[in-house]
């Protein structure tokens, strides 16, 4: 009598949108990116143990862009982000000891475009990082910055992605085509395979998941002076969703740019709820805001004036 077990059965369907790949043009392989090194100063003096108020800093990046016309007028590519730089920040770069460098590829995503829009399948933002924040020159500031490189302490709250703590984990992103200055993006991202060593092809079994984000964008212009808006808003299901008193993670997020001359006046609010248990030790809200002033004296120099605040509510166990 034989006997057999079944150990594992999967059905994989996919989906081929790149139709008529034959005869195609070569694709174009662009090589791109920058380097940025500052120098500055930092009021520490509140902050123990800090070493220095005066310090340098580095940022850089390597991009590789390919894209490609099909016989049929779809279009294809792709974009791999490599970060150049020497020091432990939790990439993905190599190991040196118990610690990851630095260097390692960042975003690395692909996409179809079509008249009907285009599709982005990859390590990238969700739908409402598209919308942005407060435009300033430099690093230095709260939102959308590099604050914590100069400031120590914690600074999540420095952003407007609202993100929810996902990141540039793997997702599925539309953008429709713009009509009279509008277009909508959606995404959809599966769980949190992004920051982890071999994430990026695991199936995850615990964590946040199933994140949908959607962002309407739409820019203009009256007279002489040009508008541009955004809103977004992003919702995951946390880890033990079933549990009723576990909150799904949700968060919005706002933008408004008006340019006049060389001018250029940005605004932006975003208000991130991490879901954590009611009835827990904790539960917080986090919002994030600011405006900039930014004038252009050139193409190459620019001048701005910021300001940007992140604020934590904290909620004691047992409120909803």
């Keep these: 009598m034989t006997k057999s077990k079944l150990l594992a059965s999967t059905a994989l369907v996919s989906v081929v949108a790149v139709a008529g790949a034959a005869g195609a043009n070569a694709a174009t392989l662009k090589?791109?990116?920058?380097?940025?090194?500052?120098?500055?100063?930092?009021?520490?003096?509140?902050?123990?143990?800090?070493?220095?108020?005066?310090d340098t800093k580095?940022?850089?990046?390597?991009?590789?862009?390919?894209?490609?016309?099909?016989?049929n007028g779809i279009k294809v590519g792709s974009l791999f982000e490599f970060e150049a730089g020497q020091g432990n920040d939790g990439?993905?770069?190599?190991?040196?000891?118990?610690?990851?460098?630095?260097?390692?590829?960042?975003?690395?995503?692909?996409?179809?475009?079509?008249?009907w829009g285009q599709i982005n399948i990859g390590n990238n933002d969700f739908a409402t990082g598209y919308v942005g924040g407060i435009e300033?020159?430099?690093?230095?500031?709260?939102?959308?910055?590099?604050?914590g490189d100069w400031l120590p302490g914690s600074y999540e709250l420095n952003n407007t992605d609202v993100d929810l703590g996902l990141g540039d984990s793997q997702n599925i992103t539309y953008f429709t085509p713009r009509f009279s200055g509008a277009q909508l993006i959606i995404s959809y991202t599966p769980d949190a395979s992004e920051y982890n060593e071999g994430d990026f092809d695991q199936?995850?079994?615990?964590?946040?998941?199933?994140?949908v984000s959607i962002a309407g964008l739409w820019s203009g212009k009256f007279d002489k002076v040009g508008i541009s808006v955004g809103?977004?808003?992003?919702?995951?299901?946390?880890?033990?969703?079933?549990?009723?008193?576990?909150?799904?993670?949700?968060?919005?997020?706002?933008?408004?740019a008006l340019t006049y001359g060389?001018?250029?006046?940005?605004?932006?609010?975003?208000?991130?709820?991490?879901?954590?248990?009611?009835?827990?030790?904790?539960?917080?809200?986090?919002?994030?805001?600011?405006?900039?002033?930014?004038?252009?004296?050139?193409?190459?120099?620019?001048?701005?004036?910021?300001?940007?605040?992140?604020?934590?509510?904290?909620?004691?166990?047992?409120?909803p």
């Design 31 to 54: 090589l791109g990116g920058f380097a940025e090194w500052w120098v500055g100063w930092a009021d520490n003096k509140k902050a123990a143990g800090v070493q220095n108020n005066f």
């Design 58 to 71: 580095t940022d850089a990046e390597i991009y590789f862009r390919a894209e490609e016309t099909l016989d």
């Design 91 to 115: 990439a993905d770069g190599p190991r040196v000891g118990s610690n990851r460098m630095a260097d390692g590829w960042d975003e690395s995503f692909g996409w179809v475009k079509t008249k």
């Design 136 to 147: 300033t020159v430099g690093p230095v500031g709260i939102i959308k910055s590099d604050a």
């Design 203 to 211: 199936t995850l079994t615990s964590g946040a998941h199933d994140g």
């Design 231 to 256: 809103a977004g808003y992003t919702v995951i299901q946390n880890d033990g969703d079933t549990n009723p008193n576990i909150d799904d993670r949700e968060g919005y997020t706002g933008k408004l």
């Design 262 to 319: 060389a001018f250029k006046v940005t605004g932006a609010y975003a208000q991130e709820d991490r879901g954590q248990g009611r009835g827990a030790s904790s539960r917080g809200v986090e919002r994030h805001y600011g405006g900039s002033v930014l004038y252009s004296i050139d193409k190459a120099q620019r001048v701005s004036l910021g300001y940007g605040r992140g604020t934590f509510e904290f909620h004691t166990a047992g409120e």
